[in-house]
């Protein structure tokens, strides 16, 4: 395993984790996800991610009872919180960035993975409604209760991004270190240019979500749409309408015939890709089965494949790169 620092914090992140969402809770069994951890922490990876909002929390839950029963010790791994999404409840005070809902969404989260602090919490969208200063205030509040150790966004522009340093620093409050964005072959504005200065202004970290587009950078999806898959998953129609069209299955078609070449199969091409970006602190890996796994976690050593010609090969075939405004 590789490590290297969240953004410009001390912490020392695998560049490869685990994540929870849609499985933990809801598509795999507890056994399974207990599998799934173990492989991960015996291959290195010191990264869990979690939200309030998945599986209504019992995505916490059953990753808490895990680390319960492994009882690996708190300082060899790191697991995170989303707040935003509240865990179900619909009432105005059960949701958002305020004060109250981030109080009490910390608490719940920890009492669902039964433990004393979290290492990351994370807005999981900006909130509209609520003053970032509130926002801000509260994170900072929570650092020095020891309840959290550092926190971040997800799915926040660059410019709000900013104006939460702003507030923190003017203040001398702890402002946000990481960002969680999507990013994979399909989609990259964010990661690519809309970041770009302010990974260098203000050292941000990104951990991204679905480098494989759900599933469909898997290939699995490209001749015939296989039974027992997320994008066939009930309640998911607006997830497989965004990832499942033909222009991206032609694209992965295109894909798959390069990864055969260099004899990686898709998946860890698609995963590699993203490591091969600087700015990514972590890719979040989303795994229904041992075996994707196992074979999620060689992109490491595949991504040394991905020689500057390869990357152009492979630029040819998405033909999407975003344009810098500057450029
Ligand atoms: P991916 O895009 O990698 O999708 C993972 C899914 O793809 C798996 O569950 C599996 O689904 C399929 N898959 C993975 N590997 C393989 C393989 N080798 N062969 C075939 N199929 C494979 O990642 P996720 O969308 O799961 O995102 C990763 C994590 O990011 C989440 O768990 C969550 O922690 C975080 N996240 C954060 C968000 C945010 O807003 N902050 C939003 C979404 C995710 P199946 O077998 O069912 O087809």
């Given at each position: 395993m590789e490590y290297n620092n969240l953004g410009k914090s001390g912490l020392q992140i695998s560049r490869l984790s685990l994540g929870s969402w849609?499985?933990?809770?809801?598509?795999?069994?507890d056994d399974v996800a207990e599998r799934l951890m173990d492989i991960a922490y015996e291959n290195g990876i010191n990264f869990f991610d979690n939200a309030e909002i998945y599986a209504r929390g019992k995505s916490e839950e059953v990753m808490g009872a895990i680390l319960k029963k492994k009882n690996w010790s708190r300082d060899s791994y790191i697991v995170s919180s989303k707040v935003?999404?509240?865990?179900?409840?619909?009432?105005?005070?059960?949701?958002?960035?305020s004060r109250k809902h981030i109080f009490e969404a910390c608490e719940q989260a920890l009492k669902r993975f039964q433990?004393?602090?979290?290492d990351l919490f994370l807005c999981h969208r900006p909130d509209k409604q609520t003053p970032i200063e509130e926002t801000v205030w509260s994170m900072h509040q929570l650092i020095m209760q020891g309840k959290i150790l550092y926190w971040g966004t997800s799915e926040w522009s660059a410019q709000e991004i900013m104006e939460a340093h702003m507030f923190a620093k003017q203040n001398h409050l702890i402002g946000p270190i990481v960002e969680q964005p999507e990013y994979n072959m399909f989609t990259r504005q964010k990661v690519e240019v809309e970041f770009s200065q302010i990974y260098k202004t203000v050292g941000l970290g990104t951990t991204i979500w679905s480098p494989l587009a759900s599933g469909i950078l898997?290939?699995?999806?490209?001749?015939e749409f296989p039974s027992d898959t997320r994008l066939g998953m009930e309640g998911l129609d607006w997830l497989k309408e965004k990832n499942f069209t033909v222009e991206r299955i032609d694209v992965v078609k295109k894909l798959s015939a390069l990864a055969a070449d260099l004899n990686m199969s898709l998946p860890v091409l698609g995963l590699a890709w993203c490591l091969k970006?600087?700015?990514?602190s972590t890719v979040i890996l989303g795994a229904s089965k041992e075996h994707q796994l196992k074979e999620n976690l060689t992109s490491l050593e595949a991504k040394e494949k991905l020689t500057p010609e390869i990357m152009d090969q492979i630029e040819g075939i998405l033909s999407n790169k975003p344009v810098h405004p500057d450029h």
């Open positions: 849609l499985t933990f809770g809801k598509q795999i069994g935003f999404f509240g865990n179900g409840g619909q009432l105005p005070t059960q949701k958002g960035l433990l004393d602090y979290l898997s290939g699995k999806y490209n001749h970006n600087p700015n990514v």
